[in-house]
């Protein structure tokens, strides 16, 4: 053919637009004799250009026809033309894989293999793939044989006629086929040795999974047993000659190319143990020396080839050790750890490009599957398969997985494993790494579809499945609630009555029968919920069995799931997101305050299983939420209860991190330092009443003035408020202050502050089943007989002429904590000349102090309470610690910057640093203080209601001493612990304080 210098013909056009990326090396293939009739027939080119391929389609069709014989061509050309499946067939193979055009050069006859298009060609098993491989009568025949088979394969899967999965079945039992062929060429070799032996064939891995790649080891064990009459030792080394034959015929490479290597590595003792074993043997050393990976292999142990009883007897007799493989030891972390160790040995320069072993990859949807199996699959038979992608299913059908994560498993898997069958198909070499060259991208991803821009969009999917098989792998593997169910015992896992009563009485719940019934409410019927619940609940029964109450724990758990029964979202959370079960399990079973709050708002639930949702909110950010609400609420009364509503969600939070964090969990342990908890519990509950404060402040000011007061307001805290060390169950001490705005009459404006706070105290005392928010006035001037409200300088008057010794050490404590920011500062530097004297207080005002301390003890403690634990009043307890620490703020904050704190233990601190007490003084009054508030915490946590020493019921007891970190039966030790702490607290307080 000619063409004209510096034009293209319509072929070389044609071509490159049939996607051919070497259109004049296609010209130049399409001139050959004999091939005028596909250059010209429109249908052949559009068919080379549906392929992966092209250009490598039609060097293979070449190849094809050239080594047809002359008279065959012609009709192979001819059929291609009119029968349309056998052109997608054929040319889809020559398109996807340079290896089976090779055969077809080598073996072109082959071709008809793929003419037959019936019903029962689709699907092909072992019996057809035997018949077909049955004429094989030596291992090149064989391999001949298996290479024709795998050709009927790969059309079927290029065609889309199989999915992935079931195309991995169809070359597991071309597998099969295979190795009962090898077998029974290598018995016909040696008749003596196959009479002397029963030998039976284990597929294990992906063959044994049903689950094979187009090249991959087959990985097997072989058990034999003697025949009749047959001495063991000779019957052993008969197996063992013919099992190595077998693995010869399947393995060694000829002229025909190898079939694939044959692997007896996941053996007993590995490829250091001898190859066959009998089946006592196997027996023996699974049961004494198997580590926790060979358990893992034996899930997918099938028997294919040999002796059929004993390879059913095999699998019979170790699938039970497969099934109590989790009751091992630290089998869980094992697993995990094994994951780990697979994807470190991966170089760093392929670990991006692996397909099976990196992040993201097969192993990694792989490794998750099998662990739940072996974990769940216990009590389950359901989920007893050797095929992932059936386990996954089986999985999401008994609750185990959610079936979103399981849909998006599977698709991820299924595009991963097609990723790596067109690899491996190409050439037929044993690959899992994603090539990194344009035309290996391009040929891949248009063989799985992707023609518009194949590159990019294969790796883009990719990335996506990979992305996805990675966030669902870390969140099924390394799940937490899994190694909970895989340390109880044998038939636990799952709930039946007889074992849940069992399990109930051993674990000490006093009222088995009602734990019974909640169990059966729960998990009764054939739901998807009950079927979680079936989960879920031997698990939390072991936890809320430790803690003081395991009965109020369960009964909690029974409420909150029935309030949020409907929500699709609440058991998935606790199946699946970090440690939510198991820090629910600890909120609900360890006292009222928390299950009260929680079941006001079960929907807080998700709080527990957020990483950081136990962390406090920062007042600003609670504030703007609060304000933000207000405004947008239709009146008072509705804006106050959005308001509390914000309060009982962030008290919960507050409450449930205090409780995960003293008794800890396996994944978060206790919390080392019990001042940073007080701390962090004073702080947060401060913050909240501040905020919920000025919430109800400007709801107050909206009902009447609208969004401007006719005079300045503050709100300032005063006690625990102001000094940040507020416990659940305390008052809100405060004073108010208000400053007329410019032009407003100064009665107009007492008036509107009075009204003010009469409805700010309304709205917060409106009936709740919330826990209270007191507030509490009567540390203001002349105290419940002086007006509420007063202005800057009615204070400023006041405390220049009648203030008190005691009211100044009051105001040690004053902190703006709402309303107008700028009055409370100057309210602020109003007071501090008087809290903080520039002489400190004189020998009279000291001996006025500890006269009115001294009083304060012998009147106020309650009549018939022992002193050695009364937190507040006691010995050594909060006011013993507090009034030592302000006699020396009074005394020294002028010349020490550090004292002029709000915060008992800062000052406490600035006082030591300042050498004003020393160390193990100053220590031994902060443990005593920690360790009261702590007890105060402890009761309002167990109880539901406050108070100032321990509890006298016997079970709440032990649960305040749960909390303080005392196991069960130790709450004397908890008691002796105090008294001891409190009375060497006493012993410096007498010194300090009292002056020797």
């Known amino acids: 053919m000619t063409m004209v210098p510096g034009r293209r013909s319509s072929t070389f056009t044609r071509l490159l637009r049939h996607g051919f990326t070497d259109p004049s090396a296609a010209e130049r293939l399409l001139d050959l004799p004999g091939l005028s009739s596909v250059r010209s027939d429109s249908v052949l080119l559009d068919a080379l250009g549906a392929t992966a391929d092209p250009d490598l389609a039609l060097r293979g069709l070449v190849r094809l026809v050239e080594a047809e014989e002359a008279d065959q061509r012609q009709i192979l050309l001819d059929t291609l033309v009119t029968a349309k499946p056998l052109r997608d067939r054929l040319l889809g193979v020559l398109g996807a894989s340079e290896a089976l055009g090779d055969h077809l050069a080598r073996h072109p006859r082959d071709w008809q293999v793929l003419v037959t298009y019936e019903a029962t060609d689709l699907h092909p098993g072992v019996t057809e793939f035997e018949q077909e491989l049955a004429g094989a009568d030596d291992p090149d025949e064989l391999r001949a044989g298996y290479r024709r088979c795998l050709l009927s394969i790969a059309a079927r899967d290029v065609c ?18 295979t190795l009962r062929a090898a077998l029974r060429i290598a018995s016909a070799a040696a008749p003596d040795d196959a009479a002397r032996c029963r030998l039976a064939v284990i597929a294990m891995g992906k063959c044994g999974g049903h689950e094979l790649n187009y090249v991959s080891d087959v ?21 063992t000659r013919l099992a190595a034959h077998l693995m010869r015929i399947c393995s060694d490479t000829t002229a025909e190319g190898t079939i694939w290597p044959v692997d007896a590595n996941l053996r007993p003792e590995g490829r250091n143990g001898p190859l066959v074993r009998t089946l006592s043997s196997h027996l023996a050393y699974y049961q004494r020396w198997a580590k926790t990976w060979e358990f893992q292999a034996l899930l997918k142990a099938r028997p294919v080839a040999g002796d059929t009883a004993l390879g059913a007897e095999y699998v019979e007799a170790v699938s039970p050790l497969v099934w109590q493989a989790a009751d091992r030891e630290n089998f869980v972390p094992d697993v995990q750890k094994m994951r780990r160790r697979v994807v470190d040995t991966i170089p760093a320069d392929r670990v991006d490009r692996e397909l099976k072993l990196g992040p993201g990859g097969l192993r990694d949807v792989e490794f998750a599957v099998q662990l739940l199996q072996l974990v769940h699959g216990r009590s389950d038979p359901a989920l007893r398969s050797g095929s992932t992608l059936k386990a996954l299913g ?16 599977d698709d991820a898997y299924r595009f991963l494993r097609a990723m790596e069958h067109r690899i491996q198909l190409y050439r037929l070499r044993r690959t899992h790494l994603v090539p ?10 248009r063989s799985l579809g992707l023609r518009t821009d194949p590159i990019a969009e294969l790796n883009q999917a990719w990335r996506r499945h990979a992305s996805v098989v990675r966030r669902l792998h870390e969140k099924l593997f390394y799940r937490p609630l899994l190694d909970a169910v895989a340390q109880l015992a044998p038939g636990e896992s799952r709930l039946s009555t007889k074992a849940a009563t069992a399990r109930l009485v051993a674990l000490g719940y006093e009222d088995p029968a009602a734990a019974l019934r909640h169990l059966e409410a729960l998990s009764s019927g054939v739901s998807r919920k009950a079927a979680i619940q079936r989960t879920l609940l031997p698990v939390l029964l072991g936890w809320f069995a430790d803690s003081a109450d395991p009965d109020a724990g369960l009964l909690g758990f029974r409420k909150v799931s029935d309030a949020l029964g409907k929500t699709p979202w609440y058991l998935r959370l606790l199946r699946d997101e970090g440690a939510a079960a198991e820090n629910l399990a600890r909120v609900l079973s360890a006292g009222r305050l928390a299950p009260d709050l929680l079941l006001r708002a079960p929907e807080a639930v998700t709080i527990l299983g957020d990483p950081h949702g136990l962390a406090p909110r920062s007042r600003a950010h609670l504030e703007q939420e609060v304000l933000a609400a207000v405004g947008r609420a239709g009146d008072a009364e509705s804006a106050v209860a959005v308001v509390r509503g ?14 995960i964090g003293s008794y800890g969990t396996e994944d978060s342990p206790a919390e080392s330092d019990p001042g940073a908890l007080v701390d962090r519990v004073g702080g947060a509950v401060t913050d909240l009443n501040a905020v919920t404060i000025a919430g109800a402040l400007r709801a107050a000011v909206r009902a009447e003035w609208g969004d401007t007061l006719p005079t300045r307001f503050a709100v300032i805290g005063m006690g625990r408020f102001g000094g940040h060390e507020l416990g659940y169950g305390s008052d809100a001490d405060v004073l108010f202050v208000h400053e007329p705005r410019e032009g407003v009459d100064e009665q107009e404006a007492s008036r509107a502050a009075n009204r003010v706070v009469s409805e700010m105290r309304r709205l917060l005392q409106l009936p709740t089943a919330d826990p209270p928010l007191i507030i509490d006035a009567d540390l203001r001037p002349e105290g419940k007989s002086g007006p509420l409200v007063r202005t800057l300088k009615s204070y400023g008057a006041y405390y220049r002429r009648w203030s008190l010794g005691w009211e100044s050490q009051a105001l040690l404590r004053a902190e703006p904590m709402a309303g107008d920011l700028d009055l409370g500062a100057d309210f602020v530097a109003l007071i501090d000349p008087l809290r903080y004297p520039k002489d400190g207080p004189g020998e009279d005002a000291v001996r006025e102090i500890r006269r009115l301390k001294a009083r304060m003890e012998s009147e106020r403690m309650p009549r018939g309470a022992d002193s050695t634990l009364h937190t507040k009043l006691g010995r050594g307890g909060l006011s013993d610690v507090e009034w030592t620490v302000q006699l020396m703020q009074m005394q020294h904050a002028r010349s020490v910057p550090g004292l002029r704190t709000t915060r008992t233990r800062q000052a406490l601190a600035a006082a030591c640093a300042a050498g004003l007490i020393p160390e193990d003084d100053a220590r031994t009054l902060d443990e005593a203080w920690v360790l009261a508030t702590r007890v105060r915490n402890a009761v309002m946590l167990v109880r539901g209601r406050p108070g100032d020493t321990f509890p006298s019921v016997p079970r709440e007891l032990t649960a305040v001493g749960r909390y303080l970190g005392y196991e069960e039966g130790h709450v004397g030790d908890m008691l002796d612990d105090y008294r001891r702490i409190t009375r060497r607290a006493r012993g410096v307080v007498e010194e300090r304080f009292y002056g020797g």
């Open 646 to 659: 914000v309060r009982r969600r962030e008290l919960f939070r507050t409450t449930a991190a205090d409780l």
């Open 394 to 409: 089986a999985l999401a059908d008994g609750g185990y997985v959610g079936r979103v994560d399981a849909v998006q498993l």
């Open 436 to 445: 990194d060259d344009e035309p290996d991208l391009r040929r891949l991803g």
């Open 160 to 177: 889309g006629t199989t999915d992935v999965a079931e195309t991995a079945a169809e070359l597991a039992d071309l597998a099969t086929a």
């Open 219 to 239: 990985d097997v064990i072989f058990v034999a047993e003697p025949a009749d009459g047959a001495e063991e030792n000779k019957a052993i080394q008969a197996a």
